[in-house]
């Protein structure tokens, strides 16, 4: 089919200046630069740090940053398929403290535990399984009745939580089979096996996310669920399958977070919903859906890893530590208010 | 004018262009004759409300035909039923002779029903590629995983947007950096790349400005000229009076008139619209049979 447009088919259509010129480019570049400024802060965290404070600049210090991500970083790849996909969920952190408490309290020789010395692995398929149920629970409250996400799962957040403590009663445990800790106990390098893991993680769901069928449909429906639905795509099993996957990522972080610590606590893993979620927003995932990218969080999590680094070595007050968190979520919320800005 | 309504036993209409196309055909028509999309008594009531009352018309092969009536006169819910966002009470579709009921969008796409949608068709936050392929992605199997067919993908958007017409720096750009003439392009693109059947085009030139809604209606135009037919909604008569064969009006859910465009006026329509011309089509009952 030949159409007969214009003479110059090149201007055809270019309803506004080219690219590149006055202030269409300028706000142009501005997107480019507050999508991707993750990296430009990171990399300005890291260098500051090493030249300014004594003890950051060495190996055993970035390992540390890399083992201290872990936990954010991972709960991270949760929360962005979830944020991605247009939703948000509040549950990761207390379905992380749920699995590793329950899974402590079946396999521990604690005399608070519940005896039973299950089989690591067995508790392992245990709590995988239950993440997996919180995740169908949420996404039944969202998907069939409506309700949104944020309230959904700022529920499950407090009853997941309460479920542990309750079953469990809410004592410290420790004593964990060896195979348990095996993530954190064989090292590479002097590195542990979680870190080499996580970052197994990011290279499969980053894959995942951008280039199978389900990761697109995932960017599609957080864009325009409308459109999504109009071309066929079956919204509510893409959405049932990114709860779930949320649930069971913060379910096998719960596994890695027992095995660090030997054990569990009623009050593990509090604050860390909002550490993930400013990582995840500062890494450049946006609040309104459809945004963002996982590599982009992964250097979130470092930022934030690297500046408890250097309140920690610096040794600066536990209450500096707090305001430090309190200000980078307001930094992650600012960028994200910006990046709406110059669409 | 005759719209095709059953009074007669159905054996005698198989071979297109039978006795009650007759009058139409008489007059030279665009098309070749043969019936793509055949409505029958379409009915849809939402609670107490009704949308649809008893609808039936038909669409010719390489036929355009614009659907207007006034705002709540039944377009939108018509053309959901077509494209099978949702199924209709009463009454039958029969898509190149045979009957379908489609429970889907996907099932009416996978019969060769394109529909263009006025502001709901793209992702401003994914590329041309992601947005000409949406729910219809290239996929081959790995390990279980349907992962995308990238290259491919990006190719065949490069030629649809050629023949569209309507240049871009990169396919791979996301829609938010294009402008609106562009966005519906890629959105048009869909109907030029899938579109084997009939397209369905809901206001395709609402948002646009006087030169993109310009380039929609060529292309349109276009399209028709080869296999597929064409079915638009649209509020703006002028543009339908430029485009299409053939009118179908819509008033409180029934069929008031079908018009060939070269017989009719625009006054005449705009009576139809708003009632002040009443036509006796309203239904069986006042069918005086053939």
Same mark, same amino acid.
């Given at each position: 089919?030949?159409?007969?447009?214009?003479?110059?088919?090149?201007?055809?259509?270019?309803?506004?200046?080219?690219?590149?010129?006055?202030?269409?480019?300028?706000?142009?570049?501005?997107?480019?630069?507050?999508?991707?400024?993750?990296?430009?802060?990171?990399?300005?965290?890291?260098?500051?740090?090493?030249?300014?404070?004594?003890?950051?600049?060495?190996?055993?210090?970035?390992?540390?940053?890399?083992?201290?991500?872990?936990?954010?970083?991972?709960?991270?790849?949760?929360?962005?398929?979830?944020?991605?996909?247009?939703?948000?969920?509040?549950?990761?952190?207390?379905?992380?403290?749920?699995?590793?408490?329950?899974?402590?309290?079946?396999?521990?020789?604690?005399?608070?535990?519940?005896?039973?010395?299950?089989?690591?692995?067995?508790?392992?398929?245990?709590?995988?399984?239950?993440?997996?149920?919180?995740? *169908?629970?949420?996404?039944?409250?969202?998907?069939?009745?409506?309700?949104?996400?944020?309230?959904?799962?700022?529920?499950?957040?407090?009853?997941?939580?309460?479920?542990?403590?309750?079953?469990?009663?809410?004592?410290?445990?420790?004593?964990?089979?060896?195979?348990?800790?095996?993530?954190?106990?064989?090292?590479?390098?002097?590195?542990?096996?979680?870190?080499?893991?996580?970052?197994?993680?990011?290279?499969?769901?980053?894959?995942?996310?951008?280039?199978?069928?389900?990761?697109?449909?995932?960017?599609?429906?957080?864009?325009?669920?409308?459109?999504?639905?109009?071309?066929?795509?079956?919204?509510?099993?893409?959405?049932?399958?990114?709860?779930?996957?949320?649930?069971?990522?913060?379910?096998?972080?719960?596994?890695?977070? *027992?095995?660090?610590?030997?054990?569990?606590?009623?009050?593990?893993?509090?604050?860390?919903?909002?550490?993930?979620?400013?990582?995840?927003?500062?890494?450049?995932?946006?609040?309104?859906?459809?945004?963002?990218?996982?590599?982009?969080?992964?250097?979130?999590?470092?930022?934030?890893?690297?500046?408890?680094?250097?309140?920690?070595?610096?040794?600066?007050?536990?209450?500096?530590?707090?305001?430090?968190?309190?200000?980078?979520?307001?930094?992650?919320?600012?960028?994200?208010?910006?990046?709406?800005?110059?669409? | 004018?005759?719209?095709?309504?059953?009074?007669?036993?159905?054996?005698?209409?198989?071979?297109?262009?039978?006795?009650?196309?007759?009058?139409?055909?008489?007059?030279?028509?665009?098309?070749?004759?043969?019936?793509?999309?055949?409505?029958?008594?379409?009915?849809?009531?939402?609670?107490?409300?009704?949308?649809?009352?008893?609808?039936?018309?038909?669409?010719?092969?390489?036929?355009?035909?614009?659907?207007?009536?006034?705002?709540?006169?039944?377009?939108?819910?018509?053309?959901?039923?077509?494209?099978?966002?949702?199924?209709?009470?009463?009454?039958?579709?029969?898509?190149?002779?045979?009957?379908?009921?489609?429970?889907?969008?996907?099932?009416?796409?996978?019969?060769?029903?394109?529909?263009?949608?006025?502001?709901?068709?793209?992702?401003?936050?994914?590329?041309?590629?992601?947005?000409?392929?949406?729910?219809?992605?290239?996929?081959?199997?790995?390990?279980?995983?349907?992962?995308?067919?990238?290259?491919?993908?990006?190719?065949?958007?490069?030629?649809?947007?050629?023949?569209?017409?309507?240049?871009?720096?990169?396919?791979?750009?996301?829609?938010?950096?294009?402008?609106?003439?562009?966005?519906?392009?890629?959105?048009?693109?869909?109907?030029?790349?899938?579109?084997?059947?009939?397209?369905?085009?809901?206001?395709?030139?609402?948002?646009?400005?006087?030169?993109?809604?310009?380039?929609?209606?060529?292309?349109?135009?276009?399209?028709?000229?080869?296999?597929?037919?064409?079915?638009?909604?649209?509020?703006?008569?002028?543009?339908?009076?430029?485009?299409?064969?053939?009118?179908?009006?819509?008033?409180?859910?029934?069929?008031?008139?079908?018009?060939?465009?070269?017989?009719?006026?625009?006054?005449?329509?705009?009576?139809?619209?708003?009632?002040?011309?009443?036509?006796?089509?309203?239904?069986?009952?006042?069918?005086?049979?053939?």
């Amino acid at each position: 089919m030949t159409l007969e447009i214009s003479p110059a088919p090149a201007t055809a259509g270019a309803g506004l200046p080219a690219a590149g010129t006055g202030r269409a480019g300028l706000k142009r570049a501005a997107r480019r630069l507050l999508d991707n400024i993750v990296w430009l802060i990171l990399v300005l965290c890291v260098v500051v740090f090493s030249l300014t404070i004594t003890g950051f600049f060495s190996w055993e210090n970035y390992v540390n940053i890399l083992y201290q991500s872990v936990f954010i970083a991972i709960l991270g790849i949760a929360e962005a398929f979830v944020l991605i996909s247009g939703n948000m969920d509040l549950s990761v952190e207390s379905v992380a403290a749920f699995s590793a408490i329950i899974s402590v309290w079946l396999c521990a020789a604690s005399p608070y535990a519940s005896g039973l010395h299950m089989n690591t692995w067995a508790a392992l398929a245990i709590i995988l399984a239950l993440g997996a149920c919180v995740g *169908a629970f949420n996404a039944f409250f969202v998907l069939r009745l409506k309700v949104d996400s944020f309230l959904v799962t700022l529920s499950t957040y407090i009853v997941v939580r309460g479920l542990a403590v309750l079953i469990t009663g809410g004592m410290g445990m420790n004593g964990l089979p060896a195979a348990f800790r095996l993530v954190d106990t064989v090292k590479v390098l002097r590195i542990p096996l979680m870190v080499f893991l996580m970052v197994a993680f990011y290279v499969f769901f980053s894959f995942f996310l951008r280039g199978t069928r389900f990761g697109r449909h995932v960017y599609v429906i957080g864009g325009n669920k409308a459109a999504a639905y109009n071309f066929g795509i079956s919204v509510d099993r893409v959405l049932l399958g990114v709860f779930v996957l949320s649930s069971v990522i913060a379910a096998v972080t719960g596994w890695f977070m *027992a095995a660090r610590t030997n054990g569990a606590t009623a009050g593990m893993a509090t604050g860390f919903l909002f550490e993930v979620l400013a990582a995840v927003v500062i890494g450049g995932v946006s609040l309104q859906g459809g945004m963002g990218s996982l590599i982009g969080v992964f250097a979130g999590a470092l930022i934030l890893s690297s500046i408890h680094s250097a309140l920690n070595i610096t040794a600066a007050s536990p209450f500096l530590t707090e305001v430090m968190r309190g200000l980078l979520i307001l930094v992650a919320v600012v960028l994200d208010a910006l990046r709406r800005m110059f669409r | 004018m005759r719209i095709a309504r059953s009074g007669s036993p159905r054996p005698g209409r198989r071979t297109p262009g039978n006795a009650e196309s007759g009058a139409s055909r008489a007059a030279g028509p665009a098309h070749s004759g043969k019936v793509i999309l055949k409505l029958e008594d379409v009915s849809k009531s939402f609670g107490s409300v009704v949308a649809l009352d008893g609808v039936s018309f038909e669409v010719f092969e390489n036929e355009k035909v614009a659907l207007v009536g006034d705002n709540g006169a039944g377009k939108s819910t018509l053309i959901k039923i077509i494209s099978g966002n949702f199924p209709p009470d009463r009454g039958t579709i029969c898509l190149d002779g045979k009957k379908v009921s489609f429970r889907s969008p996907v099932d009416a796409r996978r019969a060769g029903i394109e529909t263009v949608y006025q502001d709901l068709s793209v992702c401003n936050n994914l590329d041309s590629i992601s947005n000409l392929f949406i729910g219809r992605e290239l996929t081959r199997s790995l390990l279980g995983l349907q992962v995308l067919r990238g290259r491919q993908m990006e190719e065949t958007t490069n030629a649809v947007l050629r023949k569209v017409g309507i240049s871009m720096p990169s396919s791979r750009d996301r829609m938010e950096y294009l402008s609106g003439g562009q966005r519906q392009a890629v959105a048009l693109g869909r109907f030029v790349a899938w579109g084997k059947r009939l397209v369905l085009l809901d206001e395709p030139t609402a948002a646009l400005g006087v030169r993109e809604t310009r380039q929609v209606l060529t292309l349109i135009e276009a399209t028709a000229r080869e296999r597929t037919s064409i079915l638009l909604i649209s509020h703006n008569l002028l543009q339908v009076f430029e485009v299409v064969d053939r009118i179908v009006v819509l008033r409180h859910g029934k069929v008031v008139g079908v018009r060939e465009k070269k017989k009719t006026t625009p006054d005449e329509i705009v009576g139809m619209i708003t009632g002040a011309i009443f036509i006796k089509a309203r239904g069986r009952k006042e069918d005086p049979g053939t």
